[in-house]
T-cell receptor, first 115, second 110 residues
Framework: EAGVAQSPRYKIIEKRQSVAFWCNPI?????LYWYQQILGQGPKLLIQ????????DSQLPKDRFSAERLKGVDSTLKIQPAKLEDSAVYLC?????????????FGPGTRLTVL | GENVEQHPSTLSVQEGDSAVIKCTYS??????FPWYKQELGKRPQLIID?????GEKKDQRIAVTLNKTAKHFSLHITETQPEDSAVYFC?????????FGTGTSLTVIP
């Protein structure tokens, strides 16, 4: 089965610019996650979708970060304006909701550098 | 919410020796405990998992143990090899919500 796809793989921007990341989950997976992974740390959940609804966005900095999953499949994560501390790898993951517990599959990530 | 603690943060072992990484969790509702291996610049990959109705699971050189009463679980790697060098993350999950540990950087010295 095809894995989780993400683009771009790398992005370099200057602070105060905006950036968007795209994720395509595994076909049929209803749950989609966006994580931020700062170097040397574990993944930190930013937002979790169930189909096109938000399950958890408690750690999403909503003044600058936004995410959507309009048709319950692909998702985009946007940062506007970016800060230096946003430099990290942004990981998308998906999991099925049939049966359970639910194994989570990760995409390759987008490495963001904010200068 | 769930809080997952992971120790040690770094671990160096000689090739052929065993490595043990420990995690604790706080939410007794958590019922699924995956372990991920992340090589430099790559995505986390699931290497083994355990569900709350099982106390131990083994897959070749890798094993995981779970103590529900004490709320801790451990990853055991035997006969370590240089290719085991990576960062390992534990996670605790309930439903489809996942909480990750802070990671253990394992170095296997040839």
């Amino acid at each position: 089965e095809a894995g989780v796809a993400q683009s771009p793989r790398y992005k370099i921007i200057e602070k105060r610019q905006s950036v968007a990341f795209w994720c395509n989950p595994i076909s049929g997976h209803a749950t989609l996650y966006w994580y931020q992974q700062i170097l040397g740390q574990g993944p930190k959940l930013l937002i979790q979708f169930q189909n096109n609804g938000v399950v958890d966005d408690s750690q999403l900095p909503k003044d600058r970060f936004s995410a959507e999953r309009l048709k319950g499949v692909d998702s985009t994560l946007k940062i506007q304006p970016a800060k230096l501390e946003d430099s990290a790898v942004y990981l998308c993951a998906s999991s099925s909701t049939s049966g359970g517990p639910y194994e989570q599959f990760f995409g390759p990530g987008t490495r963001l550098t904010v200068l | 919410g769930e809080n997952v603690e992971q120790h040690p943060s770094t671990l160096s072992v000689q090739e052929g020796d065993s490595a043990v990484i420990k995690c604790t969790y706080s939410d007794s509702a958590s019922n699924y405990f995956p372990w991920y291996k992340q090589e430099l610049g790559k995505r986390p990959q699931l290497i083994i998992d355990i569900r709350s109705n099982v106390g131990e699971k083994k897959d070749q050189r890798i094993a995981v143990t779970l103590n529900k009463t004490a709320k801790h679980f451990s990853l055991h790697i035997t006969e370590t090899q240089p290719e085991d060098s990576a960062v390992y993350f534990c996670a605790a999950s309930w439903g489809n919500q996942f909480y990750f540990g802070t990671g253990t950087s394992l170095t296997v010295i040839p």
